[in-house]
């Protein structure tokens, strides 16, 4: 028997605590932590060199009772199983907080994308699709782009995947513009977090203005989220990448961060900023810790090192099911993934919706229903907490482990 990972045995807890406080049976907690179908592939793929390379690929589909599955799909070297099935029952939560008509899925490919070209990156997400074509699609399992892939690798998914079955741009989403991609898309889940904290601030009374970030990651979630928090007023002054890590007291200018990173590749080296050893920008002093990278960053051993007022996972599981005993214990409130990074998911149900509907939204639409959502999940998550004194996690997770319950109930399971 494999060890579990950290991600799927952290999200079984929260799963299992949330079944105890609703009173839910033994049989209905395992309905709702295991998968209803589990792929893996091996696609072997010929480099660029000449030499044969196989890599695995991996689809969990959690569960569909709300609507067809929908989750990333992830290039990571330590991809695996048990990942891919912790990261699938946490997109069935964050659908069912959002309440939109989607399931939960996830995926991805054990391989380090920034070793491969271009070409073997494309011939193997062509494969993948080759391999699992009769398992997804528009109404069963929507793939989208998460740590590693991009709108690019969408692009190609959707090739692949209407060569076999006809023009399907609901097939996939987080595609290009040019391909149906939504307008929004790109920046929705870091765009989101300014939406979750902009609503946390209203309903506790914390000024926004000048209120100080720390950022773990500054890829997609990671640019964007920096992006709308400073167009709320608020002053970023540390953000990583896998690289490298730059801090400054005033703050840093993410346009500036995000030319020098594009040109040279790092973070660090400007004028005046301080550079910070690696993971030590997620103990900075700060109002919000964004961790928006990887899972499992904040464990208990760093846990009571963090200095921020308030955590939000920018990521998926970024903190252990430890670790968030421990912040708990110290007053540090976690604004929890399935609802601060769930802007992604909700634009692409837009992006979904559009393609099956043949309409195209324009910005304005996608961002003000984003908002609307959002704001609304968020609220709900801030009542219930309230309610009943528990932490926003077990918040979130009580309103969407008892959503799918319902459908469940509903279908007659
Ligand atoms: P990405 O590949 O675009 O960016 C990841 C960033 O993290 C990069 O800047 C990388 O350099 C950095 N990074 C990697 N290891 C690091 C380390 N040890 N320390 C500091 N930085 C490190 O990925 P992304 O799409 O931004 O996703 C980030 C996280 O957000 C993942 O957990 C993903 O599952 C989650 N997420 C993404 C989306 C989405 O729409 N892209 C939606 C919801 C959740």
């Keep these: ?77 330590e991809v695996d199983i048990d990942e891919v099935r912790g990261l699938a029952s946490l997109m069935t939560m964050k659908t069912a907080l959002a309440d939109i008509p989607l ?39 929507i793939m989208a782009p998460d740590v590693g892939t991009n709108a690019q690798v969408m692009g190609w998914i959707h090739s692949e995947y209407s060569a076999i079955y006809g023009h399907s741009p609901a097939a996939v989403t987080g595609k290009p513009l040019a391909l149906g991609g939504s307008a929004g898309r790109d920046k929705a889940t870091g765009y989101g977090i300014g939406i979750v904290v902009k609503a946390y601030a209203e309903r506790y009374g914390t000024p926004l203005e000048g209120a100080t970030v ?40 993410i346009a500036a961060l995000a030319k020098q990173k594009s040109e040279r590749g790092l973070l660090a080296d400007v004028d005046g900023y301080k550079a910070l050893d690696p993971g030590t920008e997620l103990e900075v002093e700060c109002d919000y810790l964004v961790p928006a990278a990887l899972g499992g960053v904040i464990t208990k051993e760093n846990a009571p090192r963090i200095k921020a007022k308030v955590v939000v996972e920018g990521a998926n599981g970024p903190v252990t099911s430890e670790a968030d005993v421990l912040l ?21 149900y837009f992006e979904w919706a ?18 609307r959502i959002l704001t609304n999940a968020a609220r709900q998550v801030f009542d219930h907490a309230a309610q009943t004194t528990l932490d926003l996690r077990s918040a979130a997770f009580d309103i969407a482990v008892r959503r799918v319950k319902e459908a469940l109930d509903a279908s007659g399971i």
């Design 103 to 141: 399931g939960g899925g996830k995926g991805g490919i054990r391989c380090n994308p920034r070793e491969l070209s271009r070409r073997e990156l494309e011939v193997l997400t062509r494969k993948f699709v080759k391999r699992i074509h009769r398992e997804i699609g528009p109404n069963s399992d």
């Design 354 to 371: 559009q393609n099956l509907q043949r309409e195209v939204w324009p910005l304005k639409r996608v961002d003000g229903e984003l908002e």
């Design 328 to 348: 708990h214990d110290r007053d540090i409130p976690v604004i929890p993934d399935i609802l601060a990074n769930s802007g992604g998911v909700i634009v692409s």
């Design 214 to 253: 720390a950022l773990q990651g500054f890829g997609n979630v990671g640019f964007h989220a920096a992006k709308a928090l400073c167009d709320l007023g608020m002053k970023v002054v540390a953000v990583s990448d896998a690289r490298s890590a730059v801090y400054h007291e005033d703050g840093v200018d």
């Design 1 to 77: 028997m494999t060890e579990k990972s950290s991600m799927q045995s952290d999200y079984e807890s929260f799963l299992h605590a949330a079944c105890d406080r609703l009173g839910y049976s033994k049989s209905t907690l395992s309905l709702l932590s295991l998968a209803a179908l589990e792929i893996k592939v091996e696609i072997p793929i010929i480099r660029d060199n000449g030499e044969l390379a196989v890599f695995s690929g991996y689809r969990v589909q959690h569960q569909n009772v709300r609507g067809p599955c929908k989750g990333g799909l992830r290039y990571h070297p």
